[in-house]
Antibody
Framework: QVQLVESGGGVVQPGRSLRLSCAAS????????MHWVRQAPGKGLEWVTF????????YSADSVEGRFNISRDNSNKTLYLQMSSLRAEDTAVYYC??????????????????WGQGTMVTVSS | EIVLTQSPGTLSLSPGERATLSCRAS?????FAWYQQKPGQAPRLLIY???SRATGIPDRFSGSGSGTDFTLTISRLEPEDFAVYYC?????????FGQGTRLQIK
């Protein structure tokens, strides 16, 4: 079954750290670029960060630059989001999503055709 | 950063009617998509490349446009189509989404 399953969300105090995981199954994980997208309660979608299929390149939104780090373990088909210095405004449902390919050594973003169910992160004292 | 502005914010229509949702970009976009999101669910890809339907998407959904102006059309609304719709540009970083259009039953 082709799917993404996030885990690791919870309640965390401001300034602390948290690591999210996204387990992939049913497709060739190592050939796809992957993203994290978040959605604050009652709000719209916000792209957070991206990692290339081989992990060689990353991009992040300004709002998380220097605080969040995306990584991946292709052998275990898992995507990670290490979040540090968390703030109240980081409270959101965090989704992992598939959306990038490389072809003939040229890599590009793709539309997000596969999403996980999301994991809730609440930053509160 | 490319800013995407969706209109209208809320659209009230009846089943069987035609829905037209718009998205305008602050600068020309090279790769564009539409997503549908229902309460408590993850977004679902509807349209990519501005006009190509994703796998399993009914043909009542169609996308058009280029440059800075894009449109999602639902030709004949079904009850399950009432949801929030987001546009997205994925041509360059940072990837951006519109603020969403809520399609509600009239």
């Amino acid at each position: 079954q082709v799917q993404l399953v996030e885990s690791g969300g919870g309640v965390v105090q401001p300034g602390r750290s948290l690591r999210l995981s996204c387990a992939a199954s049913g497709f060739s994980f190592s050939t796809y670029g992957m993203h994290w997208v978040r959605q604050a309660p009652g709000k719209g979608l916000e792209w957070v960060t991206f990692i290339r299929s081989d992990g060689s390149r990353k991009y992040s939104a300004d709002s998380v630059e220097g605080r969040f780090n995306i990584s991946r373990d292709n052998s275990n088909k898992t995507l990670y989001l290490q979040m540090s210095s968390l703030r109240a405004e980081d409270t959101a449902v965090y989704y992992c999503a598939r959306g990038g390919r490389c072809r003939d050594n040229i890599c590009f973003f793709d539309a997000f055709d596969l999403w996980g169910q999301g994991t809730m992160v609440t930053v509160s004292s | 950063e490319i800013v995407l502005t969706q209109s209208p914010g809320t659209l009230s229509l009846s089943p069987g009617e035609r829905a037209t949702l718009s998205c305008r970009a602050s600068q020309s976009v090279s790769n564009f998509a539409w997503y549908q999101q229902k309460p408590g669910q993850a977004p679902r890809l509807l349209i990519y490349g501005a006009s190509s339907r994703a796998t399993g998407i009914p043909d009542r959904f169609s996308g058009s446009g280029s440059g800075t102006d894009f449109t999602l059309t639902i030709s004949r609304l079904e009850p399950e189509d009432f949801a929030v719709y987001y546009c997205q540009q994925y041509g360059r970083s940072p990837i951006t989404f519109g603020q969403g259009t809520r399609l509600q039953i009239k």
